[in-house]
């Protein structure tokens, strides 16, 4: 029995839907100035306001260039909005004694402060729910006389709840996978209509990871929902915190002349504030990378780390270590994926050496291997391309090591030079048999090796659009460059991708490229979706200088439209997978493509050459007997070529 529809997505919002902190609270853990000169650091600062009893406790370590009375201005902003205004005279607030006078030097405030029920009030409920709060206080340090600002600091505020969650992350990656070995399942049971559907579906889902981890590299200083959706999708880019890689990449970089951050390991060893001012003292051999700087009277340095390293850092992977770490990702898929086939070839082996195989299709892959394995790797590096592409490129600048920067061109080079090889050896084929035929069907889908060989990169696409994987490998390209060379603005990336996936979504509107109405349905849905999650995008630039309340809803909006979004196309892919596995007759649920492939895509076995002529005259409209660009005489040399001259 198949499990209902309603019930995968029980399971997926259970997932989604997660948070990982019950208990009504605003915290701060961070206090950054906000004005040039500000005579007030921080090197520890712990927040926490409990509404329940009205309380404000707070732990504070800092340093101050400020002498005399003071008078402090709090300001609260939610999504761009104040929410809330209170100035705090200390010589008049008892918790507060000791600031008044300020004198310079250290100061050390540890106290309870128990607010009005009109102020705890004024605090809307949904503050304490909204995962991943766009919020923060401001407060400006006044000279009590003269009203002249002394000091400008602000602390961010979370509620304890985030949509950044590992299970998200770990468990579309496992989909992604099952639904890759149903596909496969399908394939070597002879299902496989079904098994090019679901292969389909899944490529499309898994792009659309891909496409939200490009918007969280981007530049664009997104809303802190958006920040942390992304990141749950950077695992598609390689971005996964090991120990091992990080070991790894970290010696690779030393052992090559590199000289590797140390800013996670020192946080890891640190309060929050140290830590962050810990940052500062670590970061300065960086500044290459940085966005903004700012600096104080205190002599604090303050870099914003942004884009790439922003992902980087909240993946808890050393800034320097980003490159090596999807490199190491994308080395150790390609051996898992090519050691299990190699593992499968060798069980095939042994049944067929015992006589227990009996099933054709096995048969067919042992003695279509060569052309298996170069099929393989056509599929890795067409899954790893966005990766590949945006990190090799973005090492570029980033300058980790002379070594890895060879290692990026290199890789970057013998990955393009692979896909347009293959790219180019379709095109050819489709030619020759548009000229020799009339149709470019019959050549691409007539033998077997060919098929096996290169059949990933038209097999989705209706025949006429077989050159499509062509523009959309340029697409992705022409992206990635955006957003490896472009990290110092996030308005230039953000028209540039607004551009980008305006134009694939009207292509794909009108030429519908894929193999049938359901294929195109999915992927012009995932093309909206990109597009709308484009044009937040350009909004989070700030580019119409638009309210900050504006822009914090857009946040919202972004996060519910995406999650909505993500999980439909999760339900399909795996509704498919489950049908693809568990359904004795799969096929049925598919319409046949409406084209010749699945004549032409009989085994050589099953059809010699004059029945293949007949279905190539039949393609071309043409009568058995009568004329044709070719000799009825002549059967078997354009019909079906040798399986050596069809492997390279």
């Not at 070995?181 to 899944?202: D, F, Q, R």
Request: proline share 3%.
């Amino acid at each position: 029995m198949l499990p209902r529809p309603w019930a995968l997505a029980a399971l997926l919002f259970t997932v989604f839907s997660r948070c990982i902190c019950a208990e009504r609270l605003i915290q701060s853990s961070s206090l950054n100035p906000c004005m040039a000169n500000s005579s007030l650091s921080a090197t520890l600062f712990n927040v926490v306001f409990t509404p329940n009893n009205r309380t404000l406790t707070f732990n504070i370590v800092g340093v101050s260039d400020i002498s005399g009375n003071v008078t402090a201005e709090l300001d609260l902003y939610a999504y761009g909005k104040r929410l809330l205004q209170k100035t705090l005279d200390p010589c008049a607030e008892g918790d507060l004694k000791q600031l008044c006078p300020m004198n310079t030097g250290q100061i050390n405030i540890e106290s309870n402060l128990v607010l009005d029920q009109d102020v705890v009030n004024d605090i809307p409920g949904i503050a304490y729910a909204v995962p991943d709060l766009d919020a923060r206080v401001r407060i400006y340090i006044k000279d009590s006389s003269s009203g002249v600002s002394r000091a400008c600091v602000e602390a961010d505020l979370f509620n304890g709840k985030t949509v950044y969650q590992h299970a998200v992350g770990w468990t579309t990656a496992v989909i992604v996978l099952l639904a890759l070995i149903a596909s496969a399942v399908a394939s070597s049971l002879g299902h496989s209509n079904t098994a090019a559907h679901v292969a389909s579906y899944t490529l499309s889902l898994f792009s659309y990871f891909q496409n939200q981890a490009y918007i969280g590299m981007t530049a664009v200083n997104l809303p802190p929902i958006v920040d942390s959706w992304t990141q749950n999708f950077q695992w598609s880019m390689g971005i996964i915190k090991l120990k091992a890689f990080q070991k790894i990449a970290t010696w690779y970089q030393r052992s090559t002349g590199g000289t590797p951050s140390t800013i996670v390991s020192s946080l890891m060893e640190t309060s929050v504030d140290v830590q962050k001012k810990m940052k500062r003292d670590i970061i300065d051999h960086l500044t290459k990378r940085a966005d903004s700087e700012t600096s104080t009277s205190t002599g604090t340095k303050i870099t914003t780390i942004r884009g790439m390293e922003r992902v980087g850092f909240r993946a808890g992977i050393e800034i320097t270590n980003i490159f090596a770490t999807a490199y190491i990702f994308f080395i150790l898929f390609s051996i898992i994926v090519i050691a299990c086939a190699c593992i499968f070839k060798l069980i095939v082996e042994v049944l067929e050496r015992t006589g227990r195989l009996q099933n054709n299709k096995l048969r067919e892959f042992r003695e279509k291997w060569r052309a298996v394995l170069k099929g393989i790797i056509i599929r890795i590096s067409l899954i790893t391309f966005p990766l590949l592409a945006v990190l090799c490129c973005w090492e570029l600048t980033a300058r980790d090591s002379a070594a890895e920067i060879i290692v990026a061109i290199v890789t970057l080079l013998a990955t393009i030079a692979i896909l347009g090889r293959a790219c180019w050896r379709v095109i050819a084929k489709a030619r020759r048999s548009t000229r020799e035929h009339k149709t470019p069907g019959y050549l691409l889908f007539s033998n077997p090796v060919f098929l096996t060989q290169w059949g990933s990169l038209y097999l989705q696409f209706k025949t006429a659009c077989y050159y499509f994987t062509v523009p959309l490998l340029i697409f992705v390209f022409i992206k990635a460059l955006f957003i490896a060379f472009a990290q110092s603005s996030g308005t230039v990336q953000g028209f540039a991708i607004f551009i980008l996936d305006l134009v694939l979504l009207v292509v794909l509107s009108i030429i519908r490229p894929y193999m049938d109405t359901k294929t195109n349905v999915v992927n012009i849905f995932v093309a909206s979706i990109n597009f709308i999650s484009a044009i937040l995008l350009l909004i989070f630039t700030e580019v119409f200088n638009q309210q900050g309340l504006v822009t914090g809803v857009c946040g919202l909006v972004f996060f519910f439209f995406n999650a909505v979004a993500a999980l439909v196309l999760l339900i399909i892919v795996l509704w498919a997978s489950f049908i693809a596995i568990l359904s004795k007759t799969p096929d049925k649920r598919y319409q046949p493509v409406q084209d010749d492939r699945s004549s032409f895509m009989k085994s050589r076995d099953r059809l010699g050459g004059e029945e293949l002529n007949d279905l190539g005259i039949t393609a071309r409209n043409e009568h058995p007997y009568g004329t044709s660009s070719r000799s009825s005489l002549e059967p078997s040399k354009p019909m079906l070529e040798t399986d050596h001259s069809r492997h390279h």
